[in-house]
C-alpha cells in the first residue's frame, strides 16, 4: 500500500488566496484525520470524519477553514481566504476501526506558507 | 477533558546509553495512550500503544513504555540507544469513553543521541 497521500507537498500563497489540501487515504481506513502542526501550538486536531461524515470540527480554527470528503478515497481541507497564520504543516492521518485503540497513520504532510 | 503533557523540551543521550522520554495524561477513565516519532520532513509514525493488559507494552524499533496508573504516566525507554533515534517523539492520549477517536498529542520531546 502507499499509505496516506497527500498533496502539494509544498505551497506557498500570498494572503487572500484560497488554498486547498488534498488527502487520499489508506485504502479501506474508515477514519480520516486533518492536523496542523505549528511551533507554537503543536500538533492541533482540526477535524475527522468517520465513513465520509464529519464527526469532531471543534478543531477548525475558524469559518476561513473547511473540510469536505465526499467519498472513502479523498478529502479535502480548504482555506479561504488564507492568513499569513495559516502557515503551517498540515497533516492528513487515516485509520481502521478496531474497538477505539487504533493507530493512525499519517501522511507526509503539506507545508504551507502565507506570505 | 483529557491532557497529556510532556514535560521535556529536549532530551539528551550517549549511543549506547539508556534512555527515557517522559509523558503524564489526564482522563477521566481508563486511557489509551500512544507512542509516535517524527523524522524530520516526515509524518509520524506509530511506535506502541496501550490499551489493555501488561502495562509493559513493546514495540517498534526496541522501544518500550510502561504504563502506570497511578502515577499517571506512561514513559518511553529503551535500553541502548542508537544516534538514528534521534528525532521528535509524541506521547497521545485517547479517552474512549467521552473522546470517541480524538486522540490528543502532547507538544513533543525532541531526542538527542549523540555517537
Known amino acids: 500500500d502507499a499509505g496516506v497521500i497527500q498533496s502539494p507537498r509544498h505551497e506557498v500563497t500570498e494572503m487572500g488566496q484560497e488554498v486547498t489540501l488534498r488527502c487520499k487515504p489508506i485504502?479501506?481506513?474508515?477514519?480520516l484525520f486533518w492536523y496542523r502542526q505549528t511551533m507554537m501550538r503543536g500538533l492541533e486536531l482540526l477535524i475527522y470524519?468517520?465513513?465520509?461524515?464529519?464527526?469532531?470540527d471543534s478543531g477548525m480554527p475558524e469559518d476561513r477553514f473547511s473540510a469536505k470528503m465526499p467519498n472513502a478515497s479523498f478529502s479535502t481541507l480548504k482555506i479561504q481566504p488564507s492568513e499569513p497564520r495559516d502557515s503551517a504543516v498540515y497533516f492528513c492521518?487515516?485509520?481502521?476501526?478496531?474497538?477505539?485503540?487504533?493507530?493512525?497513520?499519517f501522511g507526509p504532510g503539506t507545508r504551507l506558507t502565507v506570505l | 477533558a483529557q491532557s497529556v503533557a510532556q514535560p521535556e523540551d529536549q532530551v539528551n543521550v550517549a549511543e549506547g546509553n539508556p534512555l527515557t522520554v517522559k509523558c503524564t495524561y489526564s482522563?477521566?477513565?481508563?486511557?489509551?495512550l500512544f507512542w509516535y516519532v517524527q523524522y524530520p520532513n516526515r509524518g509520524l509514525q506509530f511506535l506502541l500503544k496501550y490499551i489493555t493488559g501488561d502495562n509493559l507494552v513493546k514495540g517498534s524499533y526496541g522501544f518500550e513504555a510502561e504504563f502506570n496508573k497511578s502515577q499517571t504516566s506512561f514513559h518511553l525507554k529503551k535500553p541502548s540507544a542508537l544516534v538514528s533515534d534521534s528525532a521528535l517523539y509524541f506521547c497521545?492520549?485517547?479517552?474512549?469513553?467521552?473522546?470517541?477517536?480524538?486522540?490528543?498529542f502532547g507538544a513533543g520531546t525532541r531526542l538527542f543521541v549523540k555517537a
Open positions: 485504502s479501506g481506513h474508515d477514519y
Open positions: 470524519f468517520n465513513n465520509n461524515v464529519p464527526i469532531d
Open positions: 492521518a487515516s485509520s481502521l476501526s478496531r474497538g477505539r485503540g487504533d493507530t493512525q497513520y
Open positions: 482522563v477521566s477513565g481508563n486511557p489509551y
Open positions: 497521545a492520549v485517547r479517552d474512549p469513553i467521552t473522546g470517541g477517536f480524538k486522540t490528543i
